[in-house]
């Protein structure tokens, strides 16, 4: 850490989260605005990798981590990103893709905004409390993906972290979002992981409300009665709900189906693809309040995410897929129903539940909403490619966000990670659909 650079920007002298925000809202207004930060290059020696400035910020051992952890200046005014994997991918020449570089170029091409990159494939989550306070704390962060498999123990292979503690990791991520966290962006493998994380929450929940007596004050036990009911129905449905696909297959009959979260694609997404606005199934035989939920969601959280995603007005988008697994619609649906039915039984008691063994409950979310598809307007190959995980903060009445995507924004159309290819220019990301879908959840994440 000793090589790491002290100050906070890197093309301007002094910058700050400030500055990136003011100057990540100046890309988005005007796609032809010339670059009004200094010219400077990001390569070093004609290179752009991690370890060498301006990516230097590596945390690769508990003495980074220990050093980050005193210097909260750094932290605080950077883009925490977090590597499951060494590369998402490979490319169709061959070579491994490491996308956190293009994440670390754009932020710092385009706002002058640090990045600090924890590869927990080498680091571990040995002190996973440490790293999600740090993460938690910084300006906002970026969870990337990786080439294994959610569904896969035996893929991750890394000695140093298994799949079963990447899904702690993701968990306490997903139950850390609190007022003075950070907005967090799952890529790929990061979102599939989302996925399967908020059903492993829920079997949690079904499976330790039922073994409380009562709670300290619920002196009628009327309180506890209705949340044991509320999730004796989760369980019910959850066990019971089919996974079906829009094509009409199968791919999982409940939720400890190893597929029921996520499943193989018939045939992988690799490269150039459209995404669009969400729109329900038809004639998917889910019952029709779970449908309700999400239409109702839609609905609450419709201005800001169409601000957000900009589908509205940019009706199609132009963004890079590497993936052979998606996250299954179904799931996810039934998941936005549950989370909906868990806050509504939990917030109206929330001082009984808040003094009781069952506080860790409020720190859910309250919905999970389906952003996006991919494919074309005659067939969808991703039915679920970005989400939003949403938190409701009763007493401030403010939402919270984590935002999923399946799809790739960092890369540009020919897949290779920046350092692969040449530098691309601040007018190339201009001109990019998915670059400045990035810079938009980006922009808006560090407001949130």
């Known amino acids: 850490m000793s090589k790491w650079f002290p100050k906070t920007g890197y093309l301007l002298e002094g910058s700050n989260i400030e500055t990136a925000s003011i100057l990540f809202g100046r890309f988005l207004n005007n796609r032809s605005e010339h670059f009004p930060l200094p010219e400077k290059d990001l390569f070093t020696d004609g290179k752009f990798k991690w370890g060498v400035p301006p990516l230097e910020k590596v945390v690769a051992s508990a003495d980074d981590l220990d050093f980050l952890t005193n210097n909260p200046r750094l932290y605080g005014n950077a883009i925490s990103i977090i590597e499951p994997w060494n590369h998402v991918g490979f490319h169709p020449d061959g070579s491994p893709v490491r996308a956190s570089k293009n994440v670390a170029y754009i932020a710092q091409k385009i706002a002058d905004c640090g990045s600090i990159l924890f590869p927990i494939w080498q680091l571990g989550v040995r002190d996973i409390r440490k790293v999600i306070e740090v993460v938690s704390r910084s300006a906002l962060f970026v969870f990337e993906g990786g080439n294994a498999s959610v569904d896969k123990p035996e893929e991750w292979v890394n000695k140093q972290c298994s799949l079963d503690d990447m899904l702690i990791l993701v968990e306490t991520l997903l139950q850390w979002r609190g007022q003075r966290s950070a907005s ?199 039915e679920c490619a970005s989400m939003c995980v949403a938190y409701k903060d009763h007493e401030t009445k403010q939402i919270r966000r984590n935002f999923t995507i399946q799809f790739h924004p960092e890369l540009l159309g020919d897949l290779y990670s920046f350092g692969e290819r040449k530098a691309p220019s601040y007018s190339e990301l201009q001109r990019s659909d998915s670059v400045r879908l990035l810079v938009r959840l980006l922009y808006l994440g560090l407001q949130n």
């Open 184 to 382: 967090g962006l799952f890529i790929c493998i990061g979102h599939q992981l989302v996925a399967q994380c908020l059903i492993n929450i829920l079997k949690r929940v079904c499976g330790f409300v039922p073994l409380l007596d009562d709670l300290p004050n619920d002196s009628s036990g009327e309180i506890l009665r209705g949340i044991k009911n509320t999730v004796d129905k989760i369980q019910e449905v959850g066990q019971s709900i089919q996974v079906k696909k829009r094509n009409g297959d199968i791919v999982a009959n409940g939720w400890d189906d190893p597929n029921f979260a996520v499943s193989d694609m018939r045939e992988s997404e690799v490269g150039s693809t459209f995404i669009y606005p969400y729109v329900s199934p038809v004639n998917s035989g889910l019952h029709r309040d779970i449908l309700n939920s999400q239409l109702l969601i839609n609905e609450e959280l419709e201005t800001i995410l169409d601000q957000m995603m900009r589908l509205r007005y940019e009706a199609s988008v132009n963004v890079a897929m590497f993936h052979s697994q998606e996250v299954t619609e179904v799931s996810m649906l039934f998941a936005n129903w549950a989370y909906n039915k868990l806050y509504e039984c939990l917030h109206p008691y929330r001082t009984v539940i808040a003094t009781s063994p069952m506080a860790w409950l409020l720190k859910l979310p309250y919905a999970v909403k389906i952003i996006a598809l991919t494919g074309s307007e005659e067939e969808v190959m991703t």
